[in-house]
């Protein structure tokens, strides 16, 4: 047989393929965020409703301000053990597969749905719905239930909404498109819980994520006449202010924040791994620093995980972005 090369689908072959088989599970990405979960439990949600079975994994746990997402409850890290082998593997918001965590058990290609909307996506999927120009993955899914002809009820509008607001900043960052504002009002109509998505997202923090805040807001650098800004974290910050990883997660826009700067990073040392988070004001594009060093995203939105001591971190990550232009 001649493989070929693998192209994105048409929302009609996602549709006929949803509607083929009988069970599902959501796969979202390590250290989930709201649009990996926000994606997945509203097309799981849609999926429900048309009598499909459905079952959420995740392997690291739903962090604290994304409990309130209907479904979250069920959302878990071992699969049942009476699946059916034609199950299908929807992976969310993810460039690969491996994203999922190493605690997924082997996947077959023929399984596996991959709905995205970074740039550079592997398209591992049997089937691949990958639009880079939309701002979150719950809009890429959106396009799904409307060809699926599911109404969106309340739930699965404010999971929509929730994936919009996490991927845009709260409608703040360039990719917030007229496009997304106007999607953002129709599922408001629809029920979506906008007062609760931006307080359990946004609002809300511990007493001790603001202490490790400060801490690492103590600890800025500033290189390249001021134009990049970095920080860490690491374990001993953590246990000083009673903080956890999760505490860290929207920090780094903090740093990128800051008066002239054009580009930030944040190196969180935790528990033995190196996460850095890079973001752009839009003159670098960090999709291409993180790729470098074996990572992904966005352009002014990216990642990648690190192998090597922090300062050897900070050496790679400033000699990549040298590379790109800083
Ligand atoms: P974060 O800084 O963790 O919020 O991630 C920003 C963006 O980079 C998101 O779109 C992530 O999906 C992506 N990203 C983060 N870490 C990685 C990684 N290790 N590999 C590929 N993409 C990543
Ligand atoms: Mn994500
Ligand atoms: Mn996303």
Redesign the pocket.
């Known amino acids: 047989m001649i493989e070929s090369t693998p192209r994105v689908a048409s929302v009609e072959e996602i549709v006929a393929e949803l509607r083929r088989r009988s069970a599902f599970v959501m796969v979202s990405?390590v250290?989930p965020?709201g649009d990996t979960l926000g994606a997945g439990l509203a097309l799981g949600l849609a999926l429900k409703r048309i009598g499909k079975r459905v079952v959420y994994f995740q392997q690291d746990g739903v962090p604290r301000n994304l409990r309130f997402l209907p479904e979250a409850q069920l959302v878990t890290r071992d699969l049942p053990a009476d699946l059916p082998v034609d199950t299908l593997y929807v992976f969310c918001?993810?460039?690969d597969w491996r994203?999922a965590g190493e605690h997924l058990p082997p996947v077959a290609r023929e399984n596996m749905l991959d709905i995205d909307h970074?740039l550079g996506n592997s398209l591992f999927g049997k089937l691949n719905f990958v639009l880079e120009s939309e701002c979150s993955t719950g809009t890429v899914v959106m396009h799904l239930l409307r060809g699926l002809g599911v109404p969106v009820d309340a739930q699965i509008a404010t999971c929509i909404l929730a994936t919009i607001m996490t991927d845009t900043g709260g409608f703040m960052h360039s990719n917030t498109t007229p496009e997304a504002l106007e999607l953002a009002a129709e599922l408001m109509r629809k029920g979506a819980d906008k007062e609760e998505i931006t307080r359990e997202i946004f609002l809300r923090k511990r007493v001790a994520a603001t202490k490790l805040l400060g801490r690492i807001i103590d600890a800025m650098r500033f290189e390249h006449g001021g134009r990049y800004c970095y920080s860490h974290v690491d374990d001993a910050m953590l246990e000083k202010t009673g903080a956890d990883g999760e505490d860290t997660?929207d920090v780094?826009n903090v740093l990128l924040g800051q008066e002239g700067v054009d580009v930030a990073a944040l190196f969180k040392a935790i528990e033995g791994e190196i996460r850095v988070?890079l973001r752009s004001g839009g003159r670098i594009n960090v999709q291409a620093v993180?790729q470098r060093l074996g990572?992904?995203?966005?352009f002014r939105?990216?990642?990648?995980?690190y192998v090597g001591t922090l300062e050897e971190a900070f050496s790679a990550v400033e000699a990549a972005l040298i590379v790109e232009g800083l």
């Open positions: 990405h250290k965020d918001d993810m460039s994203r970074h997660e780094v988070s993180a990572g992904g995203g966005h939105a990216s990642g990648l995980t």
